[in-house]
């Protein structure tokens, strides 16, 4: 299994970045998807998750009205839509994939992306 995660980069605060995760090796519609961050000196920390049909979404209250995921299971790509970026946005994002029904919990992902680093200038 491999969960390829790209689209971070250098962004001015305000701008937006586009975040992909491309899933290889699992059967991707069966897997409800997350994405986190960690920020230096930070824990991890959920950012917006999906479940397998796309239909249900889940945003920590930092991003909500900022940030969109979405899916496409005809490309196994779960994507993080990102505007308005602020400062304390920087931190690497990683995409993960859960069999398990409650996708806030990052101890219940079984696979996990290596991560793309999205840094928000002042």
């Known amino acids: 299994v491999q969960l390829q995660a790209s689209g971070g980069g250098l962004v001015q605060a305000g701008g937006s970045l586009r975040l992909s995760c491309t899933a290889s090796g699992l059967t991707f519609r069966t897997y409800g998807m997350g994405w986190f961050r960690q920020a230096p000196g930070k824990e991890r920390e959920v950012v917006a998750t999906?479940?397998?049909?796309?239909?249900?979404?889940y945003y920590a209250d930092s991003v909500k009205g900022r940030f969109t995921i979405s899916r496409d299971n005809a490309k196994n790509t779960v994507y993080l839509q990102m505007n308005s970026l602020k400062p304390e946005d920087t931190a690497v994002y990683y995409c993960?994939?859960?069999?398990?029904?409650?996708?806030?919990?990052?101890?219940?992902?079984?696979?996990w992306g290596q991560g793309t680093l999205v840094t928000v200038s002042s």
């Open positions: 993960a994939a859960t069999t398990n029904v409650v996708l806030t919990f990052a101890s219940l992902y079984n696979y």
């Open positions: 999906v479940r397998r049909s796309g239909s249900g979404t």
